[in-house]
């Protein structure tokens, strides 16, 4: 006898698959950890330590960074480094990046352990080379500056860039730092790439020292529109002396159209910063007003809105 099949029960095969099993089921352990999560969220610090040790005492990783996290800050729990070193070298043991940077951090800074540059370095390194670009540039930063590892300029150079290339702009500044002291690559393209890229995000010293670089032509071609720019984002960040450069590029009409209430304005934001030295400019800007141009400035106020300073209406009627 030939045996028949009834295709429409392959078909049907999957159907019966028991789909109240989940794919992957989140450890009790696991649920401990969100929940301290959700405490920490609500700002309920001291539930939040309690339930991260119930999960750090059973071996997870996050659970012991957080808890160590929450012991070096004082949070739910007395201020103890000690303590917060034990559950960071828990968590870094385990291979967890974050937590190999806190170690290597607290071995840097002298916390809760004896301080050591090399070991701290050691630490470090694990999570940098897990592309942890806080841990590039604190290797970078070690191997630059401190004391028995500094003055390794290449490896310096090589965790500085790794940590450049990911927005680390504190990093793309200190390359340009390097090649200032005569340090590192000789590659200035790059390092006014980097400096932009830096400048972009709001780095103060990198957007004055492009504006400067900018106004005399050291290492770009000189341009005042490109300087009056970078000095512009400076100023409008409350640098004092960016406030000042760019009133007299609007008094000078260098890289501006010449602007004498413009100049004012940003001279008496250089006063209103504390820099005592533009008052003198501000005065004599001032006397060269004519009546419509006093009325202007008389009719409008600085005034800072989302993190900038800007002229607008809201002085003397």
């Given at each position: 006898m030939k045996l028949t099949h009834n295709n429409m029960f392959y078909y049907s095969l999957p159907l019966i698959v028991p789909l109240w099993l989940p794919a992957v089921m989140a450890t009790?352990?696991?649920?401990?950890?969100?929940?301290?999560?959700?405490?920490?969220?609500?700002?309920?610090?001291?539930?939040?330590?309690?339930?991260?040790?119930?999960?750090?005492?059973?071996?997870?990783?996050?659970?012991?960074?957080s808890l160590g996290e929450m012991y070096e800050a004082g949070r739910g729990v007395?201020?103890?480094?000690?303590?917060?070193?034990?559950?960071?070298?828990?968590?870094?043991?385990?291979?967890?990046?974050?937590?190999?940077?806190?170690?290597?951090?607290l071995y840097r800074d002298h916390k809760g352990i004896e301080q050591d540059f090399a070991t701290a370095a050691t630490w470090l390194q694990k999570a940098a080379e897990q592309g942890l670009a806080q841990a590039q540039f604190a290797l970078g930063m070690l191997y630059n500056y401190q004391h028995p590892v500094k003055n390794?300029?290449?490896?310096?150079?090589?965790?500085?860039?790794?940590?450049?290339?990911?927005?680390?702009?504190?990093?793309?500044?200190?390359?340009?730092?390097?090649?200032?002291?005569?340090?590192?690559?000789?590659?200035?393209?790059?390092?006014?790439?980097?400096?932009?890229?830096?400048?972009?995000?709001g780095e103060m010293v990198a957007l004055q020292t492009l504006a400067l670089m900018y106004y005399?032509?050291?290492?770009?071609?000189?341009?005042?529109?490109?300087?009056?720019?970078?000095?512009?984002?400076?100023?409008?960040?409350?640098?004092?002396?960016?406030?000042y450069n760019l009133a007299m590029m609007y008094e000078m009409g260098e890289g501006v159209s010449q602007d004498l209430v413009k100049a004012y304005q940003w001279y008496s934001l250089a006063v209103l910063n504390k820099y005592e030295e533009a008052t003198a400019d501000q005065?004599?800007?001032?006397?060269?007003?004519?009546?419509?141009?006093?009325?202007?400035?008389e009719s409008g106020k600085w005034k800072q809105e989302q993190g900038k300073w800007v002229w607008g209406e809201g002085g003397k009627k």
């Amino acid at each position: 006898m030939k045996l028949t099949h009834n295709n429409m029960f392959y078909y049907s095969l999957p159907l019966i698959v028991p789909l109240w099993l989940p794919a992957v089921m989140a450890t009790p352990t696991e649920e401990r950890v969100k929940q301290a999560k959700a405490y920490d969220e609500k700002g309920d610090s001291l539930n939040a330590s309690k339930t991260y040790l119930e999960a750090a005492q059973q071996g997870d990783a996050v659970a012991q960074n957080s808890l160590g996290e929450m012991y070096e800050a004082g949070r739910g729990v007395t201020q103890d480094f000690v303590e917060a070193f034990n559950w960071y070298q828990k968590a870094a043991t385990q291979g967890m990046a974050l937590a190999q940077y806190n170690v290597g951090r607290l071995y840097r800074d002298h916390k809760g352990i004896e301080q050591d540059f090399a070991t701290a370095a050691t630490w470090l390194q694990k999570a940098a080379e897990q592309g942890l670009a806080q841990a590039q540039f604190a290797l970078g930063m070690l191997y630059n500056y401190q004391h028995p590892v500094k003055n390794r300029t290449d490896l310096a150079e090589e965790w500085l860039r790794k940590a450049a290339a990911q927005g680390v702009a504190s990093a793309q500044q200190q390359l340009l730092v390097m090649y200032q002291d005569g340090r590192g690559t000789k590659d200035f393209a790059t390092l006014v790439e980097w400096l932009r890229k830096a400048a972009d995000q709001g780095e103060m010293v990198a957007l004055q020292t492009l504006a400067l670089m900018y106004y005399k032509g050291e290492g770009v071609p000189k341009d005042f529109s490109q300087a009056a720019q970078w000095y512009r984002k400076a100023a409008e960040r409350g640098d004092f002396t960016s406030q000042y450069n760019l009133a007299m590029m609007y008094e000078m009409g260098e890289g501006v159209s010449q602007d004498l209430v413009k100049a004012y304005q940003w001279y008496s934001l250089a006063v209103l910063n504390k820099y005592e030295e533009a008052t003198a400019d501000q005065d004599r800007v001032k006397a060269k007003l004519s009546k419509d141009q006093l009325k202007q400035i008389e009719s409008g106020k600085w005034k800072q809105e989302q993190g900038k300073w800007v002229w607008g209406e809201g002085g003397k009627k």
